[in-house]
């Protein structure tokens, strides 16, 4: 990016408090603030600094510190500078803002995080579900749903008894090890 | 899974008893024959597999050379493909999908993810078994196999459908039960779908002692008038 | 047949209706669904039902290992599986701090443009189908296998090809590849004018494609449209160029415009885009024989491999549209969170339901198609 | 809007062209084209198609390595009886079979594979229905899955290859360095480098199985990656309470077994222990050992002979047991070998005290120059003890008996380390000829080389050996540093006698070339070259071929009483005698190997602790 886009930038993003930034390479820009500073800084950044494209909203949950991690993934066509904007909100009750109003991809994401995560989004057009419509459990990608437990409780797999198996289990052979055993084995 | 364990069930392997009338053999053999020769194939898309179908259908492996054509709507579709994982919510469409079309019908599982889960074999949103929940005449190995193998799987059904071994859709009646069950297992007790199989069932007079029991008992109880499929905006 | 205590339910009489558009029907690329609500053959709402294809890709690559994760991407997006290893591989590469040797560079490259041509070939044949024209599919998808079988010798596999992961590419490039490449490339070219004769100024495509599903620049701002959507309606980026990874920045091509923002100027973009892939194809068959050294840098033992803790978001042009992996490690030997923000998400959603909304019934599905909107992308 | 907006020419495409009637006749030329339809059988895929999976069973070792980076948990190992199972040579006799209901081809299975014995082959067509599901289970063999042959599709290449096959560098002294001091040569590793070293290990556990002791290696190793160092301390001394010692001097049967050894280096599992337990405080340490130790005292008194590594396991054992335990040593240090065999640049004697201090801060008592037969009978240790174990160890060096062997001038090698790591005077020769190409004849040279390059400036020392060099007896590694350190090999030489000058000088050592050393029967029977006779000069000569155990304490009367074989004493599988109190183990048993001395102790000390038990109901 220019030097005048590179300091224009910086200028804006002192208005907001808190602001932390990184720049992890000339394209990639990091900045950590507070959850009640995120719309503040979206709408800045789309207003005044040519940051239009919405690029993903992605949702981590670090279940250890008890909190979900939002990144905001901002473009911009004039600087070609990607912003990651990254705040933490608690995991209880796992409520934020909706930023729909400033702008307008961000209800598919918010969408899809409700229901993947739980997040709910205060001021989205549509929280109902989408992909999981048939789907009852905790909201799946949460760290304390496990996925292979369910399965593993809900479904049965093929029992083969080939021929082959037969002929070495009578010759004293057979199955040593499945591979859910040496997966159990592991965690 | 449910009650009922497969192996239970009997494999309906027992060649078909001939007439005696040499003219009804002739006829029963012209028949089979005539139904390998033309096919429709349901085009619906489950999963990855599905991707090598076109290939398949079109100019360079060509599958109408086998008198094999896609067709659209259930009801006049013969072969149903279920084309490699099935997720929950699909497996619904799946099953509705099977009980629509009109016997004789043929189910061919792609893919790894029919036979035992294949690559999503964690996943919360697949179902695993294919033949738990509708019968299965043919599975074709690969992740995803290629149109080559696919019509040489389609080549593999032809020949059963021509001896008439192809009938593994008499087994849906025959076992509605089981399969029923599993149906229940996965999508709840409230599960029912708009097609009739015990009425069908007796129709084509392939009930047999399991296609009533305890499942078909629960869906008795829970049926409802059909009302159209929720449909909300 | 009917249960016995079947009753027919009276809908009030109404001239609108609700139609279940899938997922079982020829109109929808996939397994996906749209609900729409007619007025006489008028759409006036639709909602996008997706989840069909549905399998928790983002929950399972946190429970397997970061190079298993390989196998499991490409699945991601059928009909163009490339992007997926590769901008996976982009994302692992940049949080392990692993430097990618040039040739391996190149070599991605060419099957990213090598994929991206099989997409849009794929594209023009669904697309046109839509209209009821089938010559151009049965063209598209039979010249479209050519490049699979290039992918097969390439790679060992037709579709998934599991040839990228992080570190390189797995083996390097069979004897008499870049030739065979070259000569199939001459044979596309060559078909170009076959399919423009058919397909692309025939006057009965023409005409249904043009004025259908327009997005304005604004609108395709406002909705977040990439890649071949979002030059259609005459904006050019490029994520290729204007975010260059692997060696793009070292490569001429043009980014083809359009204007019209309708399904006529997405699929011309198209159109121009694979004579602009095949000539990358070509700058990188000119320069390989050159280019020397390994195809991949090595990785600790797989099951072993831990990746140092940090975030990354990397992002490469599939034929699609911008598709990004956001990559989080927490220095453990699997990921402790992957995103993936398929470009279908979009337009395949919000996008559509949009556009639907005017559009006459028979047009519901050529808008779709259009937009090149993949199922599984929206759903992992 | 401050976008990009390019306008672009006019397109490229002009659609409004709405061409001439006449263009339809153009498709007549498609008439004239190759039609695109391939036959409909199957086509013959890539030469790298990843179709079914061939598994070369002569080379696959059961290693299990495809199974742990299968993601879609498709193989199962299976045990195939008949097939070769050595876990000494690191071979078990389970071979993959694959489950078709969960692969996805994807090959990771082949590029990890560590013996390359697995691949993909170009075949790809597999139907079948459900009654015959049980043939989507295979175990692939080299003739792939339907016996029809399509040749191997996708194999490994040195770019696919997964597997780390290179050691990670450890520093360690340059010759020049270290040739004129005993400082222990190799540094051991960084905590970085050990953790990539650990890294490399695939968890095959074929060094567990091969490991005399059993040790749980995979287990540490991956503590150690763990960056859990304390961990891997548990886990060693779950099985070895001589972890100071076999972290550096070790055997190492380990590695010679090791999966990753079949193409390349094997993971550095020794050195990996010497990291472990070099990491963790002494006191610390002696924590980890006694966590959960609560035996009550049975009153139960055991007695061991000899203070080494067999003693000393199985009085660690015995008294973790509750037992009380004494031991017995004739010298003034503990340790036996390790202590006076092993030269100080190889194990320093303070790690060696640290070990014994972890075994005696148990309980063990030690009662050293104690030598039984002199100060004590072994009369009274049967009296006073409810058990007693022999463990003396090989401590008399073996005689050539050439000509002139019984000249002053001629040592064994063992008499000669003990005085040198007791830093007795001796009397340093300029030149020297070493007889023997074991490990003991490389101690003894290179402690040799270094006492000379410290008095005399330069090293003057030839070693002479039956077999050639590549089939010596002494490690690989000690023979390269021997090589650097300055000393002289020379193979294939049968000693035939000393040569005398008039004075009565020891001169040098006569050898004839080794035609072949054992005969058809493969019995030692050594046959010369006479005329390839060479006089290597030297002041003294070295006899290190080997070491036999002194049993003279056992007194005349046991002597007789108990049963020997071929001089040996007669022992079961648990290292009892004839006699139901007398146990035996260590180095007098099994020959020269501290390892297999420590599985000693344990089998011994089981042994003891049954009996004990018995006795106790």
């Known amino acids: 990016m220019s030097a005048a886009h590179s300091q224009n930038l910086n200028v804006l993003l002192q208005e907001i408090e808190g602001i932390h930034l990184t720049h992890h390479n000339p394209r990639r820009l990091r900045a950590d603030i507070a959850a009640e500073a995120l719309p503040a800084l979206l709408a800045l950044l789309r207003g005044r600094a040519s940051y239009v494209h919405l690029s993903a909203i992605s949702c981590v949950d670090w279940i250890e510190e008890n909190q979900f991690e939002l990144v905001y993934h901002l473009w911009s066509y004039e600087t070609s500078v990607l912003i990651s904007a990254h705040i933490r909100i608690p995991r209880e009750p796992g409520i934020y803002l909706s930023v729909f109003d400033i702008y307008t991809p961000a209800a598919f994401f918010e969408r899809d995080i409700h229901e993947m995560f739980g997040v709910y989004f205060e001021g989205s057009p549509d929280m109902s579900k989408f992909i999981l419509t048939e789907w009852n459990g905790p909201p799946p990608m949460r760290k304390d749903f496990n996925s292979e437990k369910w399965v593993m409780e809900t479904f049965s797999w093929q029992e083969y008894h080939p021929d082959w198996l037969k002929d070495l289990e009578e010759q004293g052979g057979g199955i040593v090890s499945t591979p859910e055993s040496i997966r159990m084995d592991n965690k | ?233 | 047949m009917r249960p016995e205590n079947y009753q027919a339910v009276n809908h009030p009489p109404s001239n609108e209706y609700e139609l279940n558009f899938g997922p079982n029907h020829p109109g929808i690329e996939g397994n996906y669904a749209l609900k729409v609500k007619l007025q006489g053959d008028t759409v006036v709402e639709a909602r996008a039902d997706a989840g069909y294809l549905h399998r928790g890709f983002e929950k399972l690559m946190e429970d397997r290992l970061w190079i298993q994760n390989i196998s499991l991407v490409p699945r991601i997006c059928v009909p163009d599986p490339v992007p997926m290893e590769v901008c996976y591989s982009l994302a692992v590469e940049e949080l392990a701090g692993l430097e990618l040797p040039e040739r391996a560079q190149w070599l991605r490259v060419l099957q990213l443009e090598l994929s991206r041509i099989a997409a849009h070939l794929f594209y023009f044949g669904g697309h046109a189908a839509t209209t009821g024209m089938y010559t151009p599919m049965y063209w598209g998808v039979a010249d479209r296998d050519l490049l699979l079988d290039l992918f097969e010798e390439l790679t060992g596999g037709r579709v998934y090809s599991i040839y990228n992961m992080p570190g390189g590419v797995r083996q390097d490039i069979p004897r008499g590849f870049l030739q065979r490449l070259s000569d199939t490339l001459d044979y596309i070219e060559g078909r170009l004018k076959d399919y423009d004769n058919l397909f692309f100024t025939n006057q009965i495509f023409v005409k249904r494609a043009k004025g259908i599903g327009i997005i304005s620049q604004e609108q395709a701002l406002e909705w977040s449209v990439t890649g071949p959507n979002l030059r259609a309606c005459g904006l050019e980026f490029d994520v290729r160029r204007d975010d260059p990874y692997l060696i793009y920045d070292q490569l001429k091509f043009d980014i083809p415009t359009e204007h019209g923002g309708d399904a006529w100027a997405r699929t011309l973009v198209r159109r121009l885009e694979m004579v602009e892939s095949i000539s990358i194809i070509r700058q990188v068959i000119k320069a390989l024989p050159d280019i020397k050294g390994p195809v991949r840098t090595p990785i600790p033992n797989p099951l072993a491999w831990r990746v140092p803790a940090g975030d990354s978001y990397a992002r490469v042009e599939s034929s699609k549209g911008e598709l990004a992996y956001y990559v989080v490690s927490n220095g453990g030997d699997k990921p402790y969170r992957v995103h993936i923000r398929g470009p279908s998400a979009m337009h395949a959603v919000q996008v559509l339901e949009k556009l639907a909304v005017g559009c006459r019934v028979e047009d519901v599905a050529q808008t779709m198609f259009s937009l090149d909107a993949c199922p599984p992308e929206v759903d992992r | 809007m401050k976008m990009k907006l390019k306008s672009k020419k006019a397109p490229v495409i002009d659609h409004s062209d709405s061409g001439s009637l006449l263009n339809p006749l153009k498709n007549l030329q498609f008439l004239a084209r190759k039609p695109v339809t391939e036959p409909l059988k199957p086509r013959l895929a890539s030469l790298n198609y990843r179709g079914f999976h061939l598994n070369d069973w002569e080379e696959c070792v059961g290693c299990a390595s495809c199974q742990k980076i299968c993601d879609n948990a498709a193989i199962t190992m299976v045990e195939i009886p008949g097939l070769p199972n050595d876990p000494v040579k690191g071979i078990r006799n389970h071979r993959p079979a694959i489950d078709y209901g969960r692969c996805c081809w994807c090959a990771l299975c082949v590029d990890i594979c560590p013996s390359s014995s697995l691949s993909l082959s170009r075949e790809y067509v597999h139907t079948c229905d459900q009654e015959h599901i049980d043939s989507y289970f295979i175990l692939p063999d080299p003739n792939g899955i339907h016996k029809e042959h399509f040749g191997k599709g996708w194999q490994k290449t040195e770019h696919s290859d997964l597997l780390s096959l290179t050691r990670s560098v450890m520093a360690e002294l340059e010759p020049e360095n270290r040739i004129d001091n005993f400082d222990e040569i190799v540094d051991g590793f960084t905590p970085e480098q050990a953790v990539l070293e650990a890294s490399r290990c695939v968890q095959c556990g074929m060094c567990h199985d091969s490991c005399p002791t059993n040790m749980h290696a995979p287990e540490y190793i991956r503590a150690i990656w763990n960056n859990d160092a304390e961990e891997a301390v548990r886990q060693i001394y779950r099985t070895n309470p001589f972890a100071h010692v076999c972290g550096r001097v070790c055997t190492h049967r380990c590695e010679d077994a090791c999966s990753i050894g079949i193409r390349g280096e094997p993971i550095a599992i020794r050195w990996l222990k010497r990291y472990a337990m070099d990491s963790v405080s002494h006191e610390r340490i002696k924590e980890i050992v006694n966590e959960g130790n609560t035996a009550k005292s049975s009153g139960k008194k055991v007695a061991i002979i000899g203070a080494g590594p067999a003693g000393l396991t199985a009085a660690f054992d015995l008294v973790r047991s509750g037992h009380q335990v004494e031991v017995f040593e004739a010298l003034p240090h503990a340790g036996g070998m390790t202590r006076y065999g092993i030269p100080d640049y190889r194990l320093p004697f303070d790690t060696l005290q640290q070990d014994i201090d972890i075994i005696t801060s148990l309980g063990v008592k030690i009662h050293y120059n104690c030598i039984i037969g002199k100060n004590k009978r072994m009369s009274t240790l049967r009296k006073n003890f409810d058990a007693v174990i022999l463990a003396i160890g090989l401590s008399q060096g073996r005689q050539t008996r050439i000509k002139n062997s019984d000249h002053r001038h001629v040592y064994r090698a063992v008499d000669l380390l003990q005085k040198i790591s007791t830093g007795e005077e001796i009397e340093l020769p300029h030149s020297v000829a070493v007889i023997g190409g074991g490990n003991v004849a490389m101690d003894i040279a290179r402690s040799l080389a270094r006492l000379q390059k410290q008095q005399y400036g330069k090293v003057q020392i030839t070693l002479t050996a039956l077999e050639e060099q590549q089939h010596f007896m002494a490690d690989p590694e000690e023979i390269k540093e021997s090589l650097e350190e300055g000393i002289v090999i020379k193979d294939s030489c049968g000693p035939q006698g000393c040569e005398i000058d008039n004075d009565g000088k020891l001169t040098g050592l006569k050898t004839w070339k080794v035609t072949s050393i054992f005969d058809e029967q493969h019995r030692f029977a050594p046959q010369y070259d006479e005329e390839q006779e060479v006089v290597h000069n030297c002041e003294a000569v070295i006899e290190a071929i080997g070491q036999f155990a002194d049993t003279s304490l056992l007194g005349k009367e046991l002597t007789e009483q108990l049963e020997w074989n071929r001089g040996r004493l007669q022992i079961d599988e648990n290292g009892q005698t004839s006699e139901d109190w007398l146990w035996s183990a260590g180095d007098c048993v099994n020959g020269p190997d501290v390892v297999h001395a420590v599985a000693d102790g344990h089998r011994v000390a089981a042994s003891i602790e049954q009996q004990l038990k018995v006795k106790t109901q």
Not at chain 2, 34 to 52: N, P
Not at chain 2, 98 to 110: D, S
């Open chain 2, 1 to 233: 899974m449910s009650n009922t364990d497969l192996s239970n069930i009997e494999v309906n392997q027992k060649p078909v008893a001939k007439r005696s009338n040499p003219f009804a053999n002739v006829f029963n053999e012209l028949v089979s024959f005539c139904r390998s020769r033309s096919m429709f194939m349901l085009h619906y898309c489950t999963g990855c597999g599905a991707i090598e179908l076109p290939p398949a259908m079109t100019s360079r492996f060509d599958m109408e050379r086998l008198g094999i054509q896609p067709m659209v709507t259930p009801r006049q579709a013969d072969i149903l493909l279920i084309t490699g994982y099935v997720s929950i919510k699909t497996l619904k469409r799946v099953i509705l999908t099977y009980e629509q079309m009109g016997a004789p019908k043929y189910v061919i599982g792609i893919c790894s993810c029919t036979v035992n889960g294949g690559m999503y074999w964690q996943s919360y949103a697949t179902a695993k078994k294919l033949d738990e929940y509708i019968p299965v005449d043919l599975y074709i190995a690969g992740c995803m196999p290629r149109p080559e193998a696919v019509i040489e799987g389609l080549q593999q059904l032809m020949a059963k459908i021509k001896t008439d071994e192809a009938n593994s859709w008499k087994k849906y009646y025959e076992h509605y039960d089981y399969y029923l069950g599993n149906q229940q297992h996965l999508f709840g007790n409230n599960w029912q779908t708009p097609t009739d199989i015990i009425g069908e069932a007796k129709t084509y007079q392939l009930e047999g002692p399991n296609t009533l029991g305890e499942h078909t008992k629960i869906l008795e109880s829970v049926q409802r008038p059909l009302e159209p499929l929720e449909m909300k905006l």
